[in-house]
């Protein structure tokens, strides 16, 4: 009598479909700089890449990328960024299936880690406080989105890795008015099948207030 059968991935899932040559070495190069960073040792870099490259779907790519241990860069002072009083701060925000957004007066840490897995993540940084002068997110997207809202005077520098997806800087809703004190945002991470997107715009609220004619 025939054994037990396995499951089989659903119709139509993305996860289960082949990955190529060149999807292995994207990952093998966030490993590689993972490693650089201090981030894994390299032990774990060696069984990481081993994996990588014995992987056959893009599902088997997620446990190798999402959970990268993060050290945060060295400490600088604040910037401020809103005159309303910071009411919270959040170190992760994690969407599983649904929504989490981060809005309005409150303080982002040096580091900030942001993970959604089929749901949608919003950090607006346009009121924010930055606990230092460079903060770096760690995005990381599966099948899902993360949308990152920074204002005029912000550096951008995006450094991640899209499989199947896009990890960019989106065109800017305002002209930058980046200086030598503008505060550093850097993101990093991996969208699988997904969309991690920072882009610039306005103050909240600037549209409705043209329009009203304030």
């Not at 406080?129 to 993360?146: D, H, K, L, Q, S």
Request: hydrophobic share 40%.
């Amino acid at each position: 009598m025939a054994g037990p059968l396995e499951p089989q991935p659903r119709p139509g899932d993305p996860s289960q479909l082949r990955i190529s040559d060149a999807d292995r070495h994207k990952v093998a190069d966030l490993l590689r700089d993972a490693a650089g960073e201090g981030r894994i040792d390299i032990e774990e870099l060696d069984e990481r890449l081993e994996a990588t490259y014995a992987a056959k779907t893009y599902a088997d790519l997620v446990p190798i990328t999402i959970d990268l241990p993060a050290h945060p860069q060295q400490s600088a002072p604040a910037v401020p960024r809103s005159t309303a009083p910071v009411t919270s701060t959040w170190e992760n925000s994690v969407s599983i299936m649904g929504d989490c957004t981060r809005k309005g007066a409150w303080l982002v840490p040096e580091r900030h880690n942001a993970f959604a897995l089929m749901g949608g993540i919003t950090l607006d940084l346009r009121e924010a406080t930055f606990a230092a002068r460079e903060t770096v997110i760690y995005a990381n997207a599966v099948m899902a989105g993360i949308d990152i809202v920074v204002d005029a005077r912000t550096h951008v520098v995006v450094e991640g890795v899209g499989i199947m997806g896009a990890f960019d800087q989106g065109r800017d809703k305002v002209p930058a008015e980046v200086t030598a004190d503008s505060p550093v945002v850097r993101v990093k991470g991996v969208a699988l099948m997904a969309g991690v997107t920072v882009t610039r715009k306005g103050p909240p609220g600037a549209l409705k207030r043209k329009l009203l004619g304030h």
